[in-house]
């Protein structure tokens, strides 16, 4: 039997990397999709194959894809991982994380290119906010109403490949992802390691989680499964709160003692306002902005994984304990390696 070949598209990011190691590790021919000026950091496996793509030149596209595989293969999976999680002109979530998707589906038609299985890596927040006063875990048959800018640009692409008959797409909404190369938690467990831990808000607020070995072990299950046409949540089945976050991660900091500061809702929503717009200024992505905040101020994150597990036998190895000790272990590695 033929080996099967697998295309990752945005594979210079955080999750691109893992997803490109377990491409291999399955035994799949692997190739990544990168721009000119992406870092190979996380890419640097001589077993990996190149292709360098330009999203915003369709005829570029069109080339380089109908030229990247010798005459009659194409790629048996794409995994469609591009996309913006923060961007300093708002605008620029649209063009990014429908535009490009929507060029790239039309390239794979021009090139007769459409693979077996195409998986849209989306996101929790496209479904916006669930049940902010019963708990009510979200679910994937919950009617999408998305609160950011970010999410409204992910339900948006997702909109139109549920339109496109000959797409045999399979859509992941994860939850938060994190993991060693993580920039986000890793501000959060930076900040329990100066004994500080800063929250949002004083309600109870659920958190869900998943470690990014668990996410990319379950695209390349649901991949492998035969599954497609459907939407799946992506998470740890089990939310924690603040306070449990951090003694987590204190503890495997070996921190004796963090001081839990609580800001009120109001305060955030200004320094968020005041980020956004020196961001804008400077014309870099500022990472605490108006679409973060309504993100830290939503309660309820907790979700059901149970049409997941169903499918394709989804189970997460890492509990939330186990993935903050592996990502702390490598920030810790890292830290030392620079003294």
Known sequence: MATKKVLIIGAGGFIGGFMAQES???????????????????????????????????????????SALPEGE???????????????????????????????????????????????????SALGEGDEKGYTPITSKMIPNPNTRYGLSKIKAETFLEMQSDVPYIIFRPTGVYGPHEQDYLMMIKSIDSHWDFGVGYRKQLLTFIYVEDLVN???????????????????????????????????????????????????????VVAEKWGMVRMKPSTLNRDKFKIMKQRNWSCDVTDAQRDFNFSPRFSLDEGLKATIDAYLAEKVSKK
């Open 218 to 272: 379950a695209v390349y299950d649901a991949l492998e499964s035969g599954v497609e046409k459907r939407k799946y949540i992506i998470s740890e089945p089990r939310s924690y709160t603040q306070s449990e976050f951090r003694s987590i991660v204190a503890r495997h900091l070996g921190v004796k003692w963090v001081i839990p500061v609580k800001l009120p809702l109001w305060i955030v929503y200004i320094a968020s």
């Open 74 to 124: 194409r790629w048996d999976y794409i995994v469609y991982n591009l996309g913006a999680t923060k961007c300093a002109n708002f605008i620029d979530f649209n063009r990014i994380n429908y535009e490009y998707l929507r060029r790239f589906v039309g390239v794979l038609r021009q090139c007769e290119l459409m693979p077996e299985r195409f998986l849209f890596m989306s996101s929790l």
């Open 24 to 66: 291999l590790q399955r035994g799949y021919e692997t190739w990544v999709a990168v721009r000119k000026s992406t870092s190979r950091k996380y890419l640097s496996d001589e077993r990996l194959n190149f292709v360098v793509l330009d999203y915003d030149d369709e005829a570029a596209m069109v080339a380089t894809m109908s």
